[in-house]
């Protein structure tokens, strides 16, 4: 059954201090988690379920990395190991369908930067994280105006299928989130999609993004 809504990301983040570390649970993934990204969840582990409890409960995020070793369900004895840069989730739905299953919808806040990751006996990963600067609004300049008329068309024909990849409002005047987005849409390597998530400069995301586009012919060049 549907569980009561939960807080906004800002809210949930009020009282986190730029430099501060906290520790945070985290849900190691074979995937890239960027800020505004939307993510489905299937969730069954009991270390997981617990995971999301307390998350409800509390109103609070947990930290998603990438894995670079090891799966994303629990065996004995596998060597794990993840990116030291990760992203906030906040929980925007629940659904229990099934007994012992949950069905889990994300969304990406700020990206954090980890150190001491351990694992409780539980199985539960959790490390000290620390926030990265959010990305600053900017416009995208016009040598990448193809770029971004490129995912507008995109979207606009994911739509047409009944698709909805992405979370609205759609900011396609803000270089960050179109780099952000084209990043989740595009067949990138994970360790390149995960270096991209964590470079810092939003236009410099956007340019390489573009040039991806370029060289396989989805953008034209100018």
């Known amino acids: 059954m549907p569980t009561p809504p939960v807080p906004s990301g800002s809210d949930i983040l009020v009282g986190t201090l730029a430099g501060e570390w906290t520790e945070r649970p985290l849900f190691p993934l074979g995937t890239v988690l960027f800020p505004d990204g939307l993510l489905p969840l299937k969730v069954f582990e009991t270390r997981y379920l617990d995971l999301i409890a307390d998350c409800l409960r509390e109103g609070t995020p947990f930290g998603v990395v990438t894995l670079t070793r090891g799966g994303e369900v629990r065996l004995d004895g596998e060597a794990v190991a993840f990116a030291d840069v990760g992203c906030l989730a906040e929980l925007l739905s629940c659904d229990s369908e099934q007994a012992g299953i949950l069905q889990v919808r994300c969304r990406g806040l700020q990206r954090f930067e980890l150190r001491s990751p351990r694992q409780r006996t539980d199985g539960l990963w959790v490390a000290d994280t620390r926030p990265l600067p959010a990305d600053e609004p900017a416009a995208p300049g016009e040598e990448h105006l193809g770029c971004v008329a490129a995912l507008g068309r995109a979207i606009g024909a994911l739509g047409a299928q009944g698709q909805a990849p992405f979370l609205e409002p759609h900011r ?17 390597p994970l360790p390149t999609r995960h270096k991209l998530m964590a470079l810092p400069d939003a236009k410099a995301r956007l340019a390489l993004v573009d040039g991806f586009l370029r060289r396989h012919g989805i953008v034209k060049p100018s």
């Open 172 to 188: 396609l005047d803000d270089a960050g989130w179109v780099a952000n987005r084209w990043c989740e849409l595009l067949p990138i």
